[in-house]
């Protein structure tokens, strides 16, 4: 993956900002730093589409509105740029609601450089757009994942139920994209940890069983329920 990719460093404290930039800069990312939440959605909407951040590494706690609220009214413009939290509060309840709200991935002070650094190339790639896919992969000869009605097209990023399209933010894309390949198996929550979230120490299962509970809010009203529940073990995607 190339290294010349954007990162916008949402940061109140200085000496941690610098420090941030100055490592990301050494491991050939460009940087653009933000000290509150409104210069980061300036930034992150930039009318230059050229000079918007590839990924937002985005504090929590900011003097104006919190890093939440932000990646909050970012997903609610539709904008889909891959953040990563970074902030000292790391109950399980911060963990989930960040992940929930859209973010991508959530890093905990203190931390160190070459995890930061990894964490982030392992979001770029998990975030690629789906056209680079599509044109790295092409159309001809490639299977559209189907499993009874319900029908997966990677290459063009569309899920319909029943001939109904239905919108899937990139979390629950993929998460339903994972399911869908290994239809009738029973998938624990540390295996789609993993696959989906690219976790392979551990995370915090609630991220799954809130975004199964997502997928199958949208997916249920169209038909008879596919994604089940294996107590204690995981789930399963079936007719």
Not at 35 to 64: H, M, Q, S, Y
Not at 170 to 178: G, H, I, Q, S
Not at 206 to 215: A, D, G
């Amino acid at each position: 993956m190339s290294e010349d990719r954007r990162v916008l460093v949402v940061e109140d404290e200085a000496n941690i900002r610098d420090l941030i930039e100055t490592a990301l800069r050494f491991h050939g990312f460009q940087t653009v730093a933000a000290r509150t939440g409104a210069e980061a959605l300036r930034a992150a909407r930039a009318p230059d589409a050229g000079r918007r951040p590839d990924l937002i590494l985005l504090d929590v706690l900011l003097p104006d509105i919190d890093g939440f609220e932000v990646c909050r009214r970012l997903r609610a413009a539709g904008d889909d740029t891959p953040v990563i939290f970074l902030t000292a509060r790391d109950t399980p309840s911060d963990t989930v609601t960040g992940l929930t709200l859209g973010g991508d991935d959530y890093v905990t002070k203190p931390f160190s450089i070459d995890a930061l650094v990894a964490r982030i190339r392992a979001v770029l790639r998990r975030a690629a757009p789906a056209a680079s896919a599509a044109a790295a992969r092409p159309d001809d000869g490639r299977e559209i994942l189907r499993v009874a009605d319900l029908e997966l097209d990677e290459a063009h990023w569309t899920v319909r139920r029943a001939g109904v399209e239905i919108d899937l933010s990139p979390t629950e894309f993929r998460l339903l994209a994972y399911l869908m390949r290994n239809a009738g198996r029973v998938l624990t929550r540390a295996q789609l940890l993993e696959n989906v979230w690219g976790w392979d120490r551990g995370g915090n299962p609630q991220v799954v069983e809130t975004y199964i509970s997502y997928l199958r809010r949208k997916l249920d009203p169209l038909g008879p329920p596919l994604i089940h529940t294996r107590r204690g073990v995981g789930y399963a995607l079936r007719p």
